[in-house]
């Protein structure tokens, strides 16, 4: 049943942050099922970027529909939040694991995606 926002157009963050979790299980649930894909084939190791941003990509989906899917309105941009926030923990976990990480274009061009994909989400999430 679709939640009544009473007139008020209000940002859920727990439901934002509830999103963004999910689609971290189910990164990790698709990272294991690659992984146990790849050891016991032959699928060359040259597919793990592609299905890096695959898998994550799929995940903000499901993560900012399970978001949205109570929402009358808004959804788009819990979607989109589900998305920004989940690529700026990536971001800042980088910064911390990886000393020589660096922020270039390619990591603009990532969040960028992220809220894109996260958007799409929410819409989809909202019309159900």
């Known amino acids: 049943m679709k939640s009544k926002s009473n007139g008020k157009t209000s940002i859920n963050l727990v439901k934002i942050f509830k999103g963004v979790f999910f689609a971290y299980l189910f990164t990790i649930f698709l990272f294991l099922v690659l992984a146990f894909i790849m050891y016991f084939s032959s699928i ?15 995940s903000i989906l499901l993560g900012g529909i399970n978001t949205t899917k109570d929402l009358e309105s808004m959804g788009w941009l819990h979607g989109g939040l589900v998305g920004f926030i989940y690529t700026g923990i990536l971001i800042i976990l980088s910064f911390i694991i990886v000393p020589s990480f660096a922020l270039s274009i390619n990591i603009a061009i990532d969040i960028f995606i992220s809220f894109l994909v996260g958007v799409v989400a929410g819409i989809i999430g909202v019309s159900l």
């Open 44 to 58: 060359s190791e040259n597919i793990i970027p592609k299905a890096v941003i695959i898998i994550s990509a799929v």
